[in-house]
């Protein structure tokens, strides 16, 4: 089982540049096999997933979010990182971290992939 619990969300400017962090837990295997991501759901809209990070290190962003957030891992601390930069009132959405795994089971780290662990969600405003 793997348990994830995202902190850092909150309200900010546009422009301006905020940090998720992601603490997973994983009782079994080691959080390292896992594909990790980060998505997000804005009012009305469907979930969209806005990055991953593979277990290779190889990571993947949708076109909306491209050079302007980075997902990171800090692996002594069991973390997952969103550093979001220039952001825009339209990233204001519920953002969700989830793990994909472990990778024998559950090949694939893609943005449409099913992922079979979820946090709660942290809510991240953008004010114009």
């Known amino acids: 089982q793997v348990q994830l619990v995202e902190s850092g969300g909150g309200s900010v400017q546009a422009g301006g540049s905020l940090r998720l962090s992601c603490a997973v837990s994983e009782y079994r295997y080691s959080v390292s096999n896992y594909c990790l991501g980060w998505f997000r759901q804005a009012p009305g809209k469907e979930r969209e997933g806005v990055a991953t990070l593979d277990s290779d290190g190889s990571t993947r962003y949708a076109d909306s979010v491209k050079g302007r957030f980075t997902i990171s891992k800090d692996n002594a601390k069991n973390t997952l990182y969103l550093d979001m930069n220039s952001l825009e009132s339209g990233d204001t959405a519920m953002y969700y971290c989830?793990?994909?795994?472990?990778?024998?089971?559950?090949?694939?780290?893609?943005?449409?992939?099913?992922?079979?662990?979820w946090g709660r969600g942290i809510q991240v405003t953008v004010s114009s």
């Open positions: 989830a793990a994909r795994g472990p990778k024998w089971y559950v090949r694939g780290c893609a943005l449409a992939d099913e992922y079979n662990y």
